[in-house]
């Protein structure tokens, strides 16, 4: 090993926003003391930034033309719970694009508000 991933970065338009977006989904507390880059960070010390992007051009998932650029996993335990967190994401300003349809395990996949594409994933914990 020569290096340990020190945080996660993504582009957009408002940091500020984007990362309260998150923050309400993980609970993790907000430094917004530089607006070009605000960075979230969770008790045990794991962080995202997200920096200004002038220029950004979100994703259109599943659009080749606009690719995702990366996209974030979340882990609910059940379908019960994965429908609870949707109805919060979706108030928090997020955009629902694709469910999987599983009944045990599968996805929900949405936009958050700079348009980049994340899954609430149920069924699948270790």
Do not use: N
């Not at 020569?2 to 500020?16: K, M």
């Not at 984007?18 to 605000?38: K, M, Q």
Request: hydrophobic content about 40%; aromatic content about 12%.
């Amino acid at each position: 090993m020569i290096a340990t991933l020190q945080c996660t970065v993504i582009d957009c338009p408002d940091p500020a926003a984007l990362a309260r977006f998150y923050a309400e989904i993980l609970g993790w507390r907000v430094d917004e003391s530089d607006p070009d880059w605000v960075t979230l960070t969770a008790a045990g010390g794991q962080r995202f930034a997200f920096q200004r992007a002038v220029d950004h051009r979100p994703p259109r998932w599943p659009d080749p033309e606009f690719p995702q650029q990366f996209h974030l996993d979340f882990d609910v335990p059940t379908r019960d719970d994965v429908e609870r967190a949707r109805e919060h994401v979706l108030a928090l300003g997020a955009s629902f694009l694709h469910d999987s349809g599983g009944r045990r395990s599968g996805f929900l996949v949405f936009a958050d508000p700079a348009g980049h594409p994340f899954c609430l994933c149920y069924g699948q914990l270790a």
